[in-house]
T-cell receptor, first 112, second 108 residues
Framework: SQTIHQWPATLVQPVGSPLSLECTVE??????LYWYRQAAGRGLQLLFY??????ISSEVPQNLSASRPQDRQFILSSKKLLLSDSGFYLC???????????FGDGTRLSIL | GIQVEQSPPDLILQEGANSTLRCNFS?????LQWFHQNPWGQLINLFY???GTKQNGRLSATTVATERYSLLYISSSQTTDSGVYFC??????????FGAGTILRVKS
């Protein structure tokens, strides 16, 4: 069966520090991968998605970037965090072709 | 892009009661998913339902794609059903657009 892992579960970072959140998927190959952010406990917003290694689409302009160095690895990064980057970040995967998305357990990011 | 609206925004039920949550979407969609977010933030897949009706235990869902809405039914609610219920519509490119959610609280 397929599993998705995100880490860390919780992160507290100072303003201006860098960020790296990692997501990996097991048990499938060539998945679609997604990063979402949830602010204030309501509604998720798609940040990035990837249909293959090195292929990244950005949905909203922001202080963050994403990379996919390996088939089942998706990384969310920032060079300098802003207060507004605080939130709950979730990674998801799906098979190609309109299949359902499955979510990781998320990372709670607090910026001080 | 597509717009997704959920109602009601908040719902309080007595344990054992039934409820219906609604999701309206503004355009044709490739698919629709219902999720339950538990108090720890985990998003649990409930249904993947482009059309028709599906049932899983006390939960069932119906999507009428031609009329652009989906319904989630919860019967004999339990306190463990509490949390936030999201519907999400899939537009082109496998991208999910989420509604704002319904916050459900089940009282014992």
């Amino acid at each position: 069966s397929q599993t998705i892992h995100q880490w860390p579960a919780t992160l507290v970072q100072p303003v201006g520090s860098p960020l790296s959140l990692e997501c990996t998927v097991e048990g499938t190959s060539n998945p679609n991968l997604y990063w979402y952010r949830q602010a204030a406990g309501r509604g998720l917003q798609l940040l990035f998605y990837s249909v293959g290694i090195g292929q990244i689409s950005s949905e909203v302009p922001q202080n963050l970037s994403a990379s996919r160095p390996q088939d089942r690895q998706f990384i969310l990064s920032s060079k300098k965090l802003l207060l507004s980057d605080s939130g709950f970040y979730l990674c998801a995967w799906s098979r190609q072709g309109g299949q359902p998305q499955h979510f990781g357990d998320g990372t709670r990011l607090s910026i001080l | 892009g597509i717009q997704v609206e959920q109602s009601p925004p908040d719902l309080i039920l007595q344990e054992g009661a039934n409820s219906t949550l609604r999701c309206n979407f503004s355009d044709s969609v490739n698919n629709l998913q219902w999720f339950h977010q538990n108090p720890w933030g985990q998003l649990i897949n409930l249904f993947y339902i482009p059309s028709g009706t599906k049932q899983n235990g006390r939960l069932s869902a119906t999507t009428v794609a031609t009329e652009r809405y989906s319904l989630l039914y919860i019967s004999s609610s339990q306190t463990t059903d509490s949390g936030v219920y999201f519907c999400a519509a899939m537009e082109y490119g496998n991208k999910l657009v989420f509604g704002a959610g319904t916050i459900l609280r089940v009282k014992s």
